[in-house]
């Protein structure tokens, strides 16, 4: 039943809440959604006025879930992990492909059962974890999992790095002409004395110049 003197309440409210502590208002903050309107506006009111700060509730970090070891189902419920997300947008794929195949998973070392829990960084990356009983059904549904932002493997990161081309000592030009092995040229002098049957033999075509190195190229 509505109360026939809103003006009223919201005087005696308000006298109320200037009465009471900080800290007796930052509790009843925490449960303002079992007052009513005119509480939480009067409530809202005082706490502006202190300039008070009402704190987010914290992130409980989850425990692993623990079986008996003397279960027969222990292994099965063991945590496993199928996957590392290295952004949130990674996250929300992979979230979308197990949810859709029923699948429970855990996130990062809090074990945040969804991508908006999560509270680690997830450029450092960050496990996914399911109970090894779901594999081969997490096998199937990572076949509609397409990550975007993964690292590059080892082999990718020494393909794309940049090729450094042979240049001549004399000059820096890149019009350069590889020569032999020296050990193909055992009958004939080396260009350069000194060298050694594992050097080769190089000659620029812009100078005419002609050296030997052992054929690795470094920065320039």
Not at 121 to 130: A, E, H, N, R, Y
Not at 173 to 178: D, G, L, M, R
Request: hydrophobic content about 35%; some cysteine.
């Amino acid at each position: 039943m509505p109360n026939p003197d809103p003006a009223g309440e919201w005087r005696e409210l308000s006298e109320r809440y200037r009465q009471m502590s900080d800290e007796e208002l930052l509790v009843l903050a925490r449960e303002s959604s079992e007052l009513t309107d005119i509480a939480q506006q009067a409530l809202t009111q005082e706490i502006s006025y202190r300039k008070l700060s009402i704190p987010a509730p914290a992130v409980p970090v989850r425990s692993i879930p623990k079986t008996d070891p003397d279960s027969p189902y222990a292994k099965d419920r063991e945590l496993v992990e199928i996957s590392t997300v290295w952004s949130s947008a990674d996250a929300m794929r992979l979230q979308a492909v197990l949810d859709g195949a029923g699948i429970p998973f855990y996130i990062g070392p809090e074990l945040a059962t969804g991508v908006e829990e999560v509270t680690s960084d997830f450029s450092k990356g960050l496990g996914v974890k399911i109970m090894s009983i779901g594999r081969p059904w997490a096998r199937q549904a990572m076949k509609n999992y397409f990550p975007v932002d993964e690292p590059p493997s080892e082999k990718e990161q020494e393909d794309q790095e940049e090729e450094h081309p042979v240049r001549c000592p004399k000059c820096h030009s890149t019009e350069v002409v590889f020569g032999e092995l020296i050990d193909e040229l055992a009958d004939q002098p080396p260009v350069q004395p000194g060298a050694t049957p594992s050097d080769f033999e190089w000659t620029c075509d812009s100078c005419g110049h002609k050296w030997v190195d052992d054929g690795i190229v470094g920065e320039a």
